[in-house]
């Protein structure tokens, strides 16, 4: 007999959402943008009521420029050897799951990825793969129309203001998107 991981009550970055995006119902349809070794992966899929869950992630070597206060640098380097570890923990984490057959991974580049998605098909997106502001707002507006109206688009490192939560701000602007964007313990939610 395979034993599983229990991926409940666990501390991901994805889990001061997890309530909200249990308010949206049950057989949900998600994706979370930036996998890594799919912690925050498996938290959602053994905690929320889920059809299927996309996973995009390409494990490539990569500069992250996120920090709180924005100064000249990059904040860290994920280098060859540790994107190839992180690789292998996620997968080793989805197989391990329990739940993998609900699981898409898509290993591809962010837009790459996303362009495979159909629009309005998402009840939630965890996006949790901004380097730079640029590529946040890039990102988000590929994601943005993937997800259905009254959906949740949510995500990871709001403490980074200007790399995250301005890009933010600004593709809810361009979609005359009112409603409220909160924040709380490094992640945000707005509804779409």
Known sequence: MVEFYSYKNNKADISPLILAINTLGENLTGLELGVSTA??????LHNCSIKKLYAIDNWKPHYDYLMKVVK???SFFIDKKQSEINRFLAFHNIKYSGCKE???V???DSIVGINKIKNNSLDFIFFDAMMTEEQT???AKAIYPKIKKGGYFTGHDANCVKQVMEPIKKIMKE???NNKLFDYDNCF???C
Request: hydrophobic share 30%.
């Open 106 to 108: 898509i290993e591809e």
């Open 189 to 191: 939610l707005f509804k």
């Open 72 to 74: 000249d640098g990059f």
């Open 102 to 104: 609900k699981i898409e």
């Open 137 to 139: 707002y890039r990102e």
């Open 175 to 177: 979609n005359n998107n």
């Open 39 to 44: 912690n925050s992966t498996i938290t959602i």
